[in-house]
């Protein structure tokens, strides 16, 4: 379809679990639920470090970061598909469908560099412990926050200017439940390739970069933990960064698998299931598996829940 045919349309409409059918309320009630654990979890784990001056620690202060990044991810995106489920398609306008893309790929992005710095963190702690205040001081560590939010924002609007420099033919319907990169390059019309190419080479900064990162610091943690002469003290040591590494996995997994293929690769039906992953459950996951079996956040959590019932009493 070429460029001639393109209009001057000024919207979308999400298709999103049309498909579903009779499926759709069962899917809403699920969602919602998982919606609420999520931001629940998330913004009580931001609440829980902020108060607790135990956890006033870099590795709980990036924690907190990547709870509210989360946060933030989902309330850009999940709402809407909550109302579609119940409403049917939604339209969106094209400035809504771009400002959906840039906050949500920033977010995105953002929480890539964040986990890059979680490891670092990591590798200080179990590496060069004796330098690790001095080497995670307080003023370089708003510095490596700053700079994950800062880049995260500056690729996102990488992603945005890439995809909406291109013109639209007349099919407007996203087969998806929010504004992706896939599914609105998928609706663009004339020669898509150096768009391609650039989405590609955006998100392959974005993960290769961050995920380099966290290889590099988890090869020096692994050399570490290696020469550590008792069993129980490797295993301390290792206890210390599993939970970073199980969110790692999801999170570049699902990423890189969305992001790194070409647009003839493209299925919209999966895609829209793995988006699902990614969108609903990896942020729920994070605050279980990285913050909720932390002894550390554990022992904050109850006693900031039995200071609210003496309180009440």
């Known amino acids: 379809m070429g460029q001639a045919n393109a209009t001057a349309w000024k919207g979308f409409v999400f298709l999103g679990f049309s498909s579903f059918g009779e499926l759709q309320l069962l899917l809403f009630a699920l969602f919602l639920l998982l919606y609420l654990a999520t931001l629940t979890a998330n913004v009580f784990i931001i609440v829980v470090i902020r108060l607790d001056s135990h956890l006033h620690t870099p590795m709980y202060l990036f924690l907190s970061f990547l709870s509210f990044s989360e946060t933030c991810y989902t309330l850009g995106i999940i709402p809407r598909m909550l109302s579609s489920l119940v409403m049917g398609g939604q339209a969106i306008s094209y400035a809504g469908c771009a400002a959906q893309m840039f906050f949500s790929a920033s977010w995105a992005c953002t929480d890539c560099f964040l986990l890059a710095v979680m490891g670092f963190d990591r590798y200080v702690a179990i590496c060069v412990p004796l330098h690790y205040a001095s080497r995670m001081s307080p003023a370089f560590c708003s510095q490596l926050v700053g700079t994950s939010f800062f880049s995260g924002y500056l690729f996102g609007l990488g992603m945005t200017l890439v995809i909406f420099r291109l013109p639209f033919c007349s099919s407007h319907a996203i087969q998806h439940f929010f504004c992706d990169t896939p599914p609105v390059l998928s609706l663009a019309c004339g020669d898509t390739g150096p ?17 380099s990162l966290i290889t590099v610091s988890y090869a020096h943690i692994l050399m570490a933990i290696l020469r550590i002469p008792s069993a129980e003290g490797r295993k301390k040591a290792f206890s210390t960064c599993a939970s970073h590494l199980v969110v790692v996995v999801i999170h570049y997994g699902c990423a890189s698998f ?20 990614y969108t609903v459950v990896t942020p729920l996951l ?3 598996v990285y913050s909720l079996r932390n002894r550390a956040v554990q022992t904050a959590l109850r006693s900031a829940f039995q200071g609210r019932l003496l309180l009440r009493g």
């Open 286 to 288: 994070n605050p279980i």
């Open 195 to 211: 768009s391609e190419l650039g989405i590609l080479t955006l998100s392959l900064l974005v993960l290769l970069v961050s995920f």
């Open 258 to 277: 969305m992001y790194l293929r070409p647009k003839a690769s493209y299925s919209l039906e999966r895609d829209q299931l793995i988006a699902v992953t």
